[in-house]
């Protein structure tokens, strides 16, 4: 029987309604008095040396207040990275510094010259066109191999090299694991490349900065999925301002996938502008600039060798990959390739020897960081990509291969420096079967070709760590930020509860789930429980929304937030109703005395608390608020099984997803309704980059594909309806809610499933396709066809 | 991009030569071109506005002449701003050599986009540049032969009677 409110509802999401009827208070919904706009001249060639930039004509154009150049920004700070990864060989890795607006070079198109500064909008940018820049064009680097040649341009002169760092992990198993590869009965071999994505949220980046003269407070609006972060980023490393004059307000933000967690120049810039020019200062980022100015994601071109020996048991896994950082390092760029994708190359399989070595690489592109899913999808891409292709090679069935080499017993110590604390992947693949109709699929396969298509079908499992994650660990690993997350619990004299929380909310559903969680503990109705978040004023601290942690992380601050309200209301509890502590029990809403009648509502307390006429002043305090900070002990380890079935017109090369299942096993689920629909558009996301997007430079870094004419985003036509379920759980050990996260699987669990159905469909029609590159593009896929 | 072509000239080479170095006929010939000033030895001034799928601009822009075997060949390199709109830029190597009927014109053409058109129009430049390339040497063409009086190009602009005469001889004539 289901439940119709607390953990396990179905819970309708309350944020929609305003999301729904155009009520959303987005950033670019807010204008402050006195405002005006900026608009930023971007450098249209890849890389150049930057000479004299010539801003007297616009500056005397109508409604220019001030044009701001990299010279207003000698003495202000770089814009920092905050991960550093240590090479191989011990060393730290190289760290160019980025400034606000280009200082001495252009490093890629779209890297801000200019800033006008004007009354409006259509000023701003009239006024950009007037400003002259001398540039002297530099050979651009673009190919990842290429920038490591000997002699190549340099992106960064002051570095000795465009390598960032040559990364090996684990450095110690190299030996063992070459050892193994040479002595194994068979080893695959597939090389790879993960295309370079760009997010597209559905709302752009905006930013308004605002400084109240009188206080000396900035204010930043920005669209951003962790407003604490940028507000220790951007007042400590970048303009010096301190964090109790500096507040940073993400209200709703639509979507961000990744590429909004990063401190971008825009907002330094509103900032630093609002004060210089003593007024507000609003950015809006048209869509044509987020191409070339939002972080892009992925950008991995990769060989992976699986080891097996005669009986089939994986015995070890090698793999070399590029890894493109762009111009500059974003803000978590380096810890993606590296720790978010190394440390889940074991996948779900009990491989004894793995070693990775990334090598990443600057180039004068965008910069790449964490695009949903982050490091864990190229490392399930590839990996259950060669294992599709090691099953073949061998004659085997591939679910069977994989049931063979899984891990069973858990804890498991991977050979990649993490422990999976519980899983069952034969469950979710015993689950997959059953839900994508497997045993009918050589029919469907008859049906198809009796049309003349040629149907295929891709299995594969994930794992991801997610619940980012032990401080110490990511301390260890490079990290210079802590991962934890803090909730603030207000309850106010009327029993109705305010909880603040870090983790923020750009379409994730927190406004619903996480009252679920509250109502649950306390035993009252969801709507007496509201959330706060996304203000640097109003909530304590907050590391922020990625990595699918803000319940695994998140929401298990707000359960230690709320076990203390409880723990002190039953105090008052056990005052009002004289009798001890220990014997008060707390049950839908009442706390009542174990083994007798007596009895006093959540209500009754809470009042007491706030008017303590009659209360245990010698023990306790007044009122009922309470916070907590929670650093969780491990990753979390959701994982499952995916299935696609596709068909392929032979005449034509166009693929079309028939069915698409997943058996995901995520722990418990707070809300069922929502985790589906975190799988659904996690799907069509994995979806989008398997068959349709992909950005694209030419040999001259100008990137092309920079507007939806060219950059293929998914559309409803071309997903199916999914299956989805979420049945097999085992929950998380560590955290008390026994949650795993959600938010990101579709994306890393389903594009190997499509590309290894689509494999399938053209071997069933007799081609030797081992392997097509993403996006399987109609042209891709006819070409592997007839060549 | 790269355009390979060639067009019969019905005139003879010596004529087709100086026309290529003439900063008046350029102007004429380059589509979309408003201004053209300057001389082969210093080089020209142009500016030039034209729509490229989505995107219209003016360009601003300089266009050199190098590599002169007289008579035979040279290079055309141009760079052109068109501000918001990103930039383009391209060389063409254009050879002469005498034919039955006049001259054989000979062109490399190697063009580049930058900036917004390269992001908007990477999938339509290349026809883009082709039908540039193809307007340039028609009515260059035009232009040399001394086409019939309809078809004068910026006849609007032409006041004397003269100016409909072929370009060489109005160009002797002065």
Redesign the interface.
Known sequence: MPKDSGIGASSKRREDVRFLSGTGNYTDDINRPGQAYVHFLRS??AHGRLGAVDTTAAAAMPGVVRIFTGADFEGVGSIPCGWQVTDRFGEPMQEPTHPVLAQGKVRH?GDPIAAVVAETYEQA?DA??AIEVEIEELPAVVDMKAALADGATKVHEDLTSNLCYDWGFIEDNRDSVDAAIKGAAHVTVLDLVNQRMVANPMEPRVAVGDYDRGTGDHTLYTTSQNPHVIRLLMGAFVLGIPEHKLRVVAPDVGGGFGTKIFHYAEEAFCTFAAKAVNRPVKWTSSR?EA??SDAHGRDHVTRIELALDADNNFVAIRTDTLANMGAYLSTFAPSVPSYLHGTLMAGNYKTPNIYVNVRAVFTNTVPVDAYRGAGRPEATFQLERVIDKAARELGVDPIALRRQNFVTEFPYATPVAVEYDTGDYNATMDKLEQIADLAGFPERRKASEAKGKLRGLGVNCYIEACGLAPSNLAGQLGARAGLYESATVRVNATGGLVVMTGSHSHGQGHETAFPQVVAEMIGIPEDMIEIVHGDTAKVPMGMGTYGSRSLAVGGSAIVRATEKIINKAKKIAAHLLEAAEADIELKEGAFSVAGTDKSVAWGDVTLAAYVPHNYPLDDIEPGLEETAFYDPANFTYPAGAYGCEVEVDPETGKVTIERFSAADDFGNIVNPMIVSGQVHGGIGQGIGQALLEHCVY?E?G??????Y??YAMPRADDVPFYAVDHSCATPCTHNPLGVKGCGEAGAIGSPPAVVNAVIDALQSGGKDVTHIDMPLSPARVWAALNG | MQITDSREIAAPRADVWQALLSAEVLKDCVPGCQEMSGSPEDGFEATVVQKVGPVKATFKGAVTISDVVEGESLTLTGEGKGGAAGFAKGGARVTLTDSETGTLLSYDVDAKVGGKLAQLGSRIIDGFAKKMADQFFTTFQQRVEGPAPEQEVGAEDAPEPEKKKGWLRRVVSN
């Open positions: 249209d060639v198109v940018r950009a066109e044509s191409f070339m030419d001259d100008q990137l092309l594909s920079a507007s004419m060219d």
